[in-house]
């Protein structure tokens, strides 16, 4: 066992295939060096304790109760529920984060990594990356109700750039080697309503909206074509199919007028694509801009909206 450990979790986006990952789709992510810090403490005593440095949130309780559910973190409640009983002593884990909360660079999956990452090597538990993956976003699909796919956890377990098959039978992740993504993102700044979006959308393909469903059928096409462009470095197609996706985002009514001002800013500024990240209704986009990411960041801030210059991020 470790008594104290240290973890760097990073954030991630979306390059492609946004909310498709609902229906088992694929996707692609990348972890981003925009951080979170995981620390874990083993106790002489029987009580674990959380706590978050950015929500200021702390709550204890006996090794053997089961932790609240009506917290921030949540995610740790239940992922300590499903792995209690590996776990023979109290102990103290806090989390202190860069990865700001709800603009859609999931911090919530991180949390949720960060935590069993840290759990796993404690305990020596051997997990494997899928596992480690699956178990999160049970976690929060399963024991939260949260409506997520794949993309997060896969993503920020695996870290790099992952082409990652979300399907509920055979979840599993393609680490497509990319070295360097000339990428620039940008937030919205605005208050996001992403379950507005996406329970209005789960609805509507419940309904078999044709609609709807063609929009996330050229969605899934745009995926692997975007596979094939990345492995070939061809930035001028993924920026092409960037805007196609963000296209169907029109479609799908996940589109506020705000990103996408913030797109074509971006795309008069020399990037080659854009797209918004994530369900919708507000959040963060991202546009493919080789040579520009500069004049892209610029161009995003000065239409009211705050701009990274991203890193890919492996472990």
Aim: hydrophobic content about 40%; charged content about 25%; aromatic content about 8%.
């Amino acid at each position: 066992m470790e008594k104290e450990i240290s973890l760097k979790i990073p954030g991630r986006i979306c390059l492609m295939g946004d909310k498709v990952d609902l229906l088992g789709k694929p996707v692609i992510g990348m972890a981003i060096n925009l951080m979170m810090t995981i620390t874990y403490k083993e106790k002489t005593d029987n009580i674990v304790e959380f706590y978050s440095h950015n929500t200021k949130e702390r709550i204890s309780f006996n090794l053997n109760e089961s932790p609240p559910r009506d917290i921030d973190l949540a995610y740790w409640s239940v992922l300590y529920e499903r792995l209690k009983k590996h776990i023979k002593k109290g102990f103290f884990m806090e989390v202190d984060s860069d990865i700001p909360i709800g603009a859609g660079l999931s911090t919530s999956a991180a949390v949720s990594i960060g935590f069993i990452k840290a759990i796993n090597q404690a305990y020596n538990l051997n997990l494997a990356l899928d596992e480690i993956a699956e178990l999160a976003y049970l976690g929060e699909n399963h024991d939260l109700g949260i409506m997520c796919g794949r993309l997060d956890q896969y993503t920020i377990a695996h870290g790099g750039i992952v082409f990652i098959n979300t399907s509920y039978e055979n979840p599993g992740v393609e680490h497509l080697g990319i070295e360097k993504m000339p990428i620039v993102v940008g937030d919205s700044l605005e208050e996001r309503k992403a379950s507005f979006v996406l329970n209005r959308v789960k609805k509507q393909i419940k309904e078999n909206d044709p609609a709807i469903l063609e929009a996330f059928r050229v969605i899934e096409n745009c995926v692997y074509q975007a596979r094939d462009a990345l492995l070939k470095k061809d930035f001028n197609k993924l920026g092409e199919l960037m805007n196609k996706q963000q296209a169907q985002e029109a479609v799908l009514k996940a589109d506020t007028p705000k990103i996408v001002n913030l797109c074509k800013a971006a795309k008069d500024a020399g990037a080659l694509g854009a797209k918004q990240m994530g369900a919708g209704g507000g959040g963060c986009m991202v546009a493919i801009a080789p040579s520009k990411q500069k004049e892209v960041a610029e161009a995003i801030t000065e239409t009211g909206g705050r701009a990274w210059i991203f890193d890919i991020y492996r472990y």
